[in-house]
């Protein structure tokens, strides 16, 4: 009986152990839009790029990966379960998702505390160095300043 109620409460819910790299990523993402409490089509759409990129798929693939990561997103309580699979990636990859975090945080020209503090966390569970982090913002905020004039 102890046993049954161990398992229960340690045992990973479904869409966990299922869960994919794709989903992982796309999920985090979606975390950084929101974590300004304002998630826009134009931070969708960057999800979509994003995800279309780095898994080579088409805009309807991308669009069906970030509706089925918004969903597994929307049922969780942190970013754990997706760093998990997401520190399994190289460092180019991590690069990628940081920058990728980056430009989603920063396309509505503002850089709260929030999230700063969630790339921060991301990166702490995922074994990134936020000295990296804070060079790939450098990037991306001197890119996004480039294409505004």
């Known amino acids: ?5 161990f398992d229960k409460f340690t045992s990973k819910p479904a ?24 998630y826009t089509d134009k931070e969708r759409r960057l999800i979509e790029r994003a995800v279309a990129a780095h898994f080579a798929l088409s805009e309807e693939e991308a669009a069906t990966l970030r509706q089925r990561a918004e969903a ?16 399994t990636m190289n460092q180019a990859g991590k690069e990628s998702l940081i920058g990728d975090l980056w430009r989603i945080i920063l396309s509505d020209g503002e850089r709260t505390p929030h999230e700063e ?25 001197a890119e996004l300043a480039n294409n505004k004039g």
Do not use: W
């Not at 009986?1 to 109620?5: A, G, V």
């Not at 966390?121 to 991306?140: A, H, N």
């Open 15 to 38: 869409e966990t152990k299922s869960m994919d790299l794709q989903t992982a990523i796309c999920a985090l993402l979606i975390e950084a839009a929101g974590s300004d409490e304002a």
């Open 117 to 141: 503090t969630l790339v921060r966390q991301i990166c702490g569970l995922i074994y990134f160095p936020d000295v990296e982090s804070g060079r790939i913002r450098q990037q991306v905020e």
């Open 1 to 5: 009986m102890l046993r049954k109620l």
């Open 72 to 87: 597994v997103q929307s049922n969780a309580n942190d970013v754990h379960r997706f760093t998990k699979i997401a520190k």
